[in-house]
């Protein structure tokens, strides 16, 4: 394939680079920081370097656009690039809230343009492994689920001030819940939608941020499930799992310890299956043969702007009925 523009070049936006490396012939970049240009430049071959996204999209027709900055800026740049007929890859959350993202997607339809929202976390290997366990039926009618999903903020980039991250920043779209979101992803991926949502979101430790480091989410889902939600930017100690609870016993999938356990309430018995950390890392190399599958066979990616949308909605009404103290029906 040709040629593709990758807008933001930071951590997510460098490893994007890499792996789409091996598929388009030419990269160009977007991005502000002069230092960040020059490590891109340094680390990979790439065509052309903008500092003024505009100018690029203006100017040139690629294959597809990869929109790697801080959410703030997902729609305008989202907008731009569709407007003028790219294809999009854009990084999850969404952006801020739900707000013009309908347009998008109709524009997308009407231009018959692939759009795809990287929650990656469905790309993982023993991801689909849980899926398929719960749809042969191995724990019996499900329940109910409990999401954890905490790591402690200043030490996710070593190499800079956490204050200085986007992710400390209310209004780049930083915070615990518009972050780790990956966790509503999954849960709608196993489970479907949800239909109600009760949530306390805020800033409740001494880090210096202005955002959220703190969200717990109860979700009522269509099929009558109950899922609990907990997202937090100050664990000291990383959890990522998912306990799920059925009829015939419970699974869980772990993202810090790479497994799956499933307990037969019948034997009273544990099984692990173990997987490793590049069965992980892999997530972002299946994503992208995914996104290149879509663009080479022109069908759409598995979570397009009108799936991650439903994300967003649970996001923005978790916001809301933590602001009104209610629960809110979906
Ligand atoms: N799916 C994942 O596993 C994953 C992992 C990390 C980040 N992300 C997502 O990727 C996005 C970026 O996160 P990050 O950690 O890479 O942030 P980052 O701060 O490391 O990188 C963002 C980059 O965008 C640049 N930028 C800001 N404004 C710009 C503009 N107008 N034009 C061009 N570049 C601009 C910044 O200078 C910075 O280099 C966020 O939405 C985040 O949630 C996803």
Known sequence: MN???VIGTGSIGKRHIGNFSKFFDKIDISEIRKDRQEETKKKFKINEIYDDYKIPLN?????????????HLHLPIAELACS????????KPLGMNSTGWEEIAKICEKKELINYVAYCHRHINYTKKL??????GIIG????????WGSYFP????????RDYYMAKKEQGGGALLDESHGLDLIRYFF?????VFAVVDKISDLEITTDDNAFVTLKMKNKMFVHLSFDLISRFTFCKIEINGSKGSLIWDRVDHNLKIYNAEKKTWKTEQFTKEDFLEMYINQAKHFVECLQKKTQPMISIRDALKTQKI???SFLSSETGKSIKI
């Open 59 to 71: 100017k040139n027709k690629y294959d597809a656009v990869i929109i790697t900055t801080p959410p």
């Open 131 to 136: 899926k398929d366990h719960l749809e042969s």
């Open 84 to 91: 003028k007929g790219n294809n999009i890859l854009i990084e």
């Open 3 to 5: 040629k593709i523009l």
């Open 192 to 196: 479907g939608e949800a239909s109600e």
């Open 155 to 162: 030490d996710w980039h070593p190499w800079e001030d956490y």
């Open 141 to 148: 009618k499900i329940i109910n689920a409990n999401v954890r």
């Open 315 to 317: 996001i923005d009404n």
